[in-house]
Structures are given as structure tokens and as C-alpha cells.
């Protein structure tokens, strides 16, 4: 037995575009093996729900169209219709938990929306409930994000700064925010996570990873863009579950790719991370 990554699918399925969905995905699998490590990505297929797909498995749903985007509430429906899904940060936890896996890598977390509409991610409360470690680069700059990080520190979730003390925001490296705590290794995440437990405390413990900074973007260009796809989704009507993937292929225009690219690359450095945290935690643990 090595130790195990688990890794999240709306990502793939409704988080970038074909085919470099697919490239990616490959990736951050590459990534955790180099690590030293099993990449298990969750999703579910025919109502089934998978712990690791096979190579084919991950080509079929990269290509597949009408893939439900499952947070929580989704997971009792697509067991019962027997749809394929894509997991989101919430189900994921969820799910990597269940099968034994405690640290999953994902992009950036859901928060809490701008705007008048009170859309929070269900990936808040479900980092509030759930013991996992979950690598990511902050929340989505797309986000409110100062109320994101307040809803955080409510919910009792501790927020690691990997080799860092700004909290990131997504494309970009700062968000001028700060995190509860710097860490520069693995070691000191995997210590943590055992305290957690020994504490008995149910939070996940969440690891913000800056984007590598020759792909990641400056703060103040990514605002424009994102208040004009913001403006663009309100007077489209466009919201819940359906806004995210909106938005983020707007900035993916308005970039002219360079977003992707820097979500690409904090994909998969975030997958490195969690590998070596994996190890890190299955040597003090077992
Ligand atoms: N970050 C990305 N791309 C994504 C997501 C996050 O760069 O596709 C996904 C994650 O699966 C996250 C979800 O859990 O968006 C949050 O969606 P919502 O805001 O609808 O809760
Ligand atoms: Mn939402």
C-alpha cells in the first residue's frame, strides 16, 4: 500500500474546456505519481461512484456531454437516475473520506459569490463538517473574496499558507488576505492533521498554494475582467450552479488563455503538494 491522493472531476468535466480538459486531467495524475503517489480521481459514472478511474473511464467522461455537476445535494439524485457526474469540492471530501483517503488536490475552492444573491458554495459547509486536507490555491478570485475568507475562519477550517503568508487568490498569488498559519513542509501539514484528529475536531484543514509565479496573473488585471463577466452573467440571468463554469470560460477569453494556463499550472502543482503531504501523513500515521 503507497499513500493515496484523491482528486476532484467537475474540474474536468465542467472547469476547463476540450480537449486540454482531458490533457490536464492526465497531468495532475502524472504529477501525484512523480510524487510518489495514487491518484484516485472521484466522479460518478452510470450512478456509480468511483474511487480512481481507469484511463478509458477518464476519456469517456472527459469527452461526455450532460455530466450533472455534483456538490452534496447531488449525489443521492444521479445514484438514483444513474446519471454520470462530475464532483465538486464538497462531494469530494465527502466521498475521498469515505473510501480512507484524507488529502485531496483540487483548483480552487467555491465561496461565497459577489452580488446580491446569497450564492455560497456548498463547499463551505462542507470544509466545516468534513476532516479532510484539501491542497488548493485559495478561492477562486471570481469570489467575494474577503467574505469567503470571514466565512472560513466562522466555520472553524484552518487555513495553511504554503510557503506563504498572503492567502492566494486563485490565478493570482495574493488576495490581500493573510492565512492563519505559514508552512514550509510537508511534515508540519501531516503533523497538524494528526493534532486534528487527536483533537477530535471534524474541520478540514485547507492548504493554500500559491499559482507558480511565472504562470500566475496580476491581481488588478484579472478584476476588470472579472466585473465585466460578472456584469455579462447578471444581465444573461445566468446563476447557481451554472455561474462558475461561465465565468471562469469568460476570463478564459478574456485572458486570451493565459487564465488557463495559470490554472493549469496550479492544477498541477497543487497535485504535487498533496503528494507529498500524503506521504508525509502516511508515515507519521501508519
Ligand atoms: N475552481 C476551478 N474550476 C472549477 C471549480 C473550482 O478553477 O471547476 C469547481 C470546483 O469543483 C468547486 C466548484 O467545488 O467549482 C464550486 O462550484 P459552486 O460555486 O457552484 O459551488
Ligand atoms: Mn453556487
Redesign the pocket.
Known amino acids: 500500500m503507497k499513500s493515496k491522493v484523491a482528486l ?1 472531476s ?2 474536468i468535466t ?3 474546456p476540450r480537449p486540454v480538459n482531458l490533457e490536464i486531467a492526465q497531468e495532475m495524475q502524472e504529477a501525484v505519481r512523480q510524487g510518489g503517489a495514487e491518484p484516485l480521481m472521484m466522479a460518478i459514472l452510470a450512478g456509480e461512484i468511483q474511487v480512481g478511474l481507469s484511463e478509458a473511464q477518464l476519456e469517456d467522461l472527459a469527452a461526455r456531454e450532460n455530466v450533472r ?1 455534483c ?1 452534496l445535494r447531488d449525489l443521492p439524485i444521479v445514484a438514483q437516475t444513474g446519471e454520470y457526474g ?5 462531494a469530494t471530501l465527502y466521498l475521498a473520506l469515505r473510501a480512507g483517503i484524507p488529502v485531496f488536490a ?5 465561496g461565497v ?1 459577489r452580488g446580491e444573491a446569497m ?1 455560497i ?3 463551505l459547509p462542507a470544509l466545516a463538517q468534513f476532516p479532510g486536507t484539501v491542497v488548493c490555491a485559495g478561492a ?1 478570485s471570481i469570489l467575494d473574496l474577503p467574505r469567503t475568507r470571514e466565512r472560513l475562519e466562522t466555520d472553524g477550517v484552518t487555513v495553511l499558507g504554503w510557503q506563504c503568508d498572503a492567502f492566494p487568490a ?1 490565478y493570482s498569488r495574493e488576495s490581500g488576505m493573510e492565512v492563519d498559519q505559514r508552512v514550509e513542509s510537508a511534515a508540519e501539514v501531516a503533523s497538524m492533521m494528526q493534532e486534528r484528529d487527536r483533537l477530535g475536531l471534524r474541520q478540514s484543514i485547507l492548504v493554500a498554494v500559491p499559482c507558480p509565479e511565472k504562470s500566475a496573473l496580476p491581481r488588478e488585471e484579472m478584476e476588470e475582467a472579472i466585473a465585466a463577466a460578472e456584469r455579462e452573467a447578471v444581465s444573461q440571468g445566468i446563476m ?2 451554472a ?3 461561465f465565468l ?1 470560460n469568460r476570463l478564459a477569453e478574456a485572458t486570451q488563455g493565459r487564465s488557463l494556463a495559470a ?1 493549469r499550472a496550479l492544477l498541477c502543482n497543487n497535485a504535487r503538494v498533496a503528494a507529498d503531504i500524503a506521504n508525509a501523513f502516511y508515515e507519521i500515521d501508519t
Open positions: 476532484e467537475t474540474v465542467h472547469g476547463l455537476k456538490s462530475g464532483t465538486t469540492v464538497s483540487t483548483g480552487g475552492i467555491g459569490h450564492d458554495s456548498a463547499d477562486k486563485f447557481g450552479k455561474l462558475t463554469p471562469l490554472n
